[in-house]
Nanobody, 115 residues
C-alpha cells in the first residue's frame, strides 16, 4: 500500500483546509485509515481515524472542527479542517492499517496556521 498526501499549506487562524490521502496498491488489505500530526519537538499524535465501516474517532482537540471521510470509489481519505488554530500547525501524516496490523505511512504535508 502506498499513500500520497496532499492539501497542506498556509492559512490564517479561523480558516479551512482539506487534506487528501490517496491510497494505491493493495487497497483491499486496508482496514483503517487516519491522520496523525507532529509539531516540532513533539510526538506524533492521532488526529482522526476512520474504519471501512465508517466509524470515526477524533482527538479531543479537534472534535467539532475536523471531519474525516473515506471515498471508497476514489480510494481516498479526506480531512476537512475548519476553524483552524495556531496550535494546529504541524506536519500531517496519512496512515493506513492493513491486514495483520501493519501500519503504512505517507509522506507528511505541512499545515501552518498563522495567528
Amino acid at each position: 500500500v502506498q499513500l500520497q498526501a496532499s492539501g497542506g499549506g498556509l492559512v490564517q487562524a479561523g480558516g479551512s483546509l482539506r487534506l487528501s490521502c490517496a491510497a494505491s496498491g493493495s487497497i483491499f488489505s486496508i482496514n483503517n485509515m487516519g491522520w496523525y500530526r507532529q509539531a516540532p519537538g513533539k510526538q506524533r499524535d492521532l488526529v482522526a481515524g476512520i474504519t471501512r465501516a465508517g466509524t470515526t474517532n477524533y482527538a479531543d482537540s479537534v472534535k467539532g472542527r475536523f471531519t474525516i471521510s473515506w471515498d471508497n470509489a476514489k480510494n481516498t481519505v479526506y480531512l476537512q479542517m475548519n476553524s483552524l488554530k495556531s496550535e494546529d500547525t504541524a506536519v500531517y501524516y496519512c496512515n493506513a492499517v492493513v491486514l495483520g496490523g501493519m501500519a503504512r505511512w505517507g509522506k507528511g504535508t505541512q499545515v501552518t496556521v498563522s495567528s
